[in-house]
């Protein structure tokens, strides 16, 4: 599967992680990794450029070897606030964004994302494990940018909300389900701990940025 040169992912790491006690989720380790190092070997061959969106620890994760990119808007305002940052820092049409606690992503993600947004001439496409979307597992057209820049300027946090206001596309991974599992608990993250099949990370050197 050959990278895709038209979009860029951003590995959302922004949170407060309130659930993990305040912890800086991404930088976890499960099995001796950070959680983050799963999300950014399993992108790493389906897409040419990564960003890492983070508000805390942004040398640890500059050390990663991606550009790290911080929310414009203040006070931890959730996923759309990293998504409108990567928005506004990339160069490609399509931006994919995916959660930094989930390491069991899809190998196929972004092929099946721009499947479905192409198929349904959508502005934006989800995944759906087959009996809930997915949100934060998202393609995006940069023209989205002003759209979702009004939305947080008006104080909007919803990110089904926002969705709503575009034509959505979904994408079946119904075949994959726990592909979408993540860590928000200290439980989880012992559980997560035992599951077979993570990605084995494993990353090469990334290109300099800007593409």
């Excluded at 075949?175 to 599992?181: E, H, I, L, T, Y």
Aim: hydrophobic share 40%; net charge negative; with cysteine.
């Amino acid at each position: 599967m050959k990278p895709s040169s038209d979009v860029t992912a951003v590995v959302l790491a922004g949170g407060r992680a309130r659930r993990m006690g305040g912890q800086d989720k991404g930088l976890i380790e499960l099995n001796q990794v950070p959680l983050i190092e799963y999300a950014l070997t399993a992108l790493q061959g389906q897409v040419e450029t990564i960003l890492i969106n983070a508000n805390r620890n942004i040398e640890r994760y500059a050390g990663m070897g991606y550009p790290v990119i911080e929310d414009h808007h203040s006070g931890f305002n959730g996923p759309l606030a990293g998504m409108a940052s990567a928005l506004s820092a990339m160069h490609t049409r399509y931006l994919v964004t995916v959660p930094c606690d989930s390491p069991a992503l899809p190998q196929d993600l972004v092929d099946r994302l721009l499947s479905a947004r192409a198929e349904a001439d959508a502005e934006l496409a989800v995944a759906h494990d087959g009996i809930r979307m997915q949100p934060v597992f998202a393609l995006l057209e940069r023209s989205l940018l002003p759209s979702l820049e009004r939305f947080l300027e008006a104080d909007g946090r919803k990110i089904d909300q926002w969705y709503a206001q575009h034509r959505l596309a979904l994408a079946d991974f119904s075949d994959q389900p726990n592909a979408f599992s993540n860590v928000n608990t200290p439980e989880d993250l012992a559980h997560m701990s035992h599951t077979p099949g993570l990605t084995r990370v494993r990353r090469e050197a990334p290109e300099s940025w800007p593409p």
